[in-house]
């Protein structure tokens, strides 16, 4: 896991990954191939691109990166999950996972909880409480961790928090055969 407090020093970048605009326009599950087939489309991409290649060397290692915001506000949170090829889980009951995935807190308002619990076991059904990291969401935090463990989100009991999540895939996944973006909706 790698934890960067105050990553993005660009103050053009960080306004606009903290405004209104951008956080309309990625609600969905978005694919990207990659910077090395496709230029950046939008100020998601770009940001990708910047993490992407400042600490791994993915190129010609991965099919390319899939990606989507969360807003969580008071009275909310998320159960234990892993990421995953969530069509191909609907349809066909196959779990895929990547094994490469980051979190990254544009906002955070006046939060209270609202922390990211990763586990350190990939046993999905025995997390213990005693076993898991636990990485307040502060504003402008990268946190780097594989995704295929259990991960949650702790009850916000107040504020609001803003995160554009990434995973890196090895192959495509099935969500993403038929275009690049997946409805929440259809989840």
Same mark, same amino acid.
């Given at each position: 896991?790698?934890?960067?407090?105050?990553?993005?020093?660009?103050?053009?970048?960080?306004?606009?990954?903290?405004?209104?605009?951008?956080?309309?326009?990625?609600?969905?599950?978005?694919?990207?191939?990659?910077?090395?087939?496709?230029?950046?489309?939008?100020?998601?991409?770009?940001?990708?691109?910047?993490?992407?290649?400042?600490?791994?060397?993915?190129?010609?290692?991965?099919?390319?990166?899939?990606?989507?915001?969360?807003?969580?506000? +008071?009275?909310?949170?998320? %159960?234990?999950?892993?990421? &995953?090829? #969530?069509? =191909?889980?609907?349809?066909?009951?196959?779990?895929? !996972?990547?094994?490469?995935?980051?979190?990254?807190?544009?906002?955070?308002?006046?939060?209270?909880?609202?922390?990211?619990?990763?586990?350190? +076991?990939?046993?999905?059904? %025995?997390?213990?409480?005693? &076993?898991? #990291?636990? =990485?307040?969401?502060?504003?402008?935090?990268?946190? !780097?961790?594989?995704?295929?463990?259990?991960?949650?989100?702790?009850?916000?009991?107040?504020?609001?928090?803003?995160?554009?999540?990434?995973?890196?895939?090895?192959?495509?996944?099935?969500?993403?055969?038929?275009? #690049?973006?997946?409805?929440?909706?259809?989840?």
């Amino acid at each position: 896991m790698l934890v960067v407090d105050n990553y993005i020093r660009d103050e053009k970048l960080l306004n606009e990954l903290r405004s209104e605009k951008f956080w309309s326009s990625v609600g969905k599950l978005n694919w990207w191939d990659g910077w090395w087939i496709i230029e950046p489309r939008n100020i998601c991409e770009q940001f990708i691109q910047i993490v992407w290649k400042q600490f791994t060397n993915l190129e010609n290692r991965v099919a390319g990166f899939e990606y989507w915001s969360n807003v969580h506000q +008071t009275g909310e949170g998320l %159960n234990w999950h892993v990421d &995953k090829d #969530e069509k =191909l889980m609907k349809e066909k009951k196959e779990v895929v !996972m990547p094994n490469m995935g980051l979190v990254y807190y544009a906002i955070s308002d006046g939060l209270d909880g609202g922390y990211l619990e990763i586990a350190n +076991t990939p046993d999905r059904e %025995n997390v213990e409480p005693n &076993k898991i #990291e636990r =990485l307040k969401p502060l504003e402008n935090r990268l946190i !780097m961790f594989n995704p295929s463990y259990p991960h949650r989100v702790s009850p916000i009991e107040g504020g609001r928090r803003r995160a554009i999540i990434v995973n890196a895939w090895p192959k495509k996944p099935y969500t993403f055969q038929d275009s #690049e973006s997946y409805s929440r909706n259809n989840k």
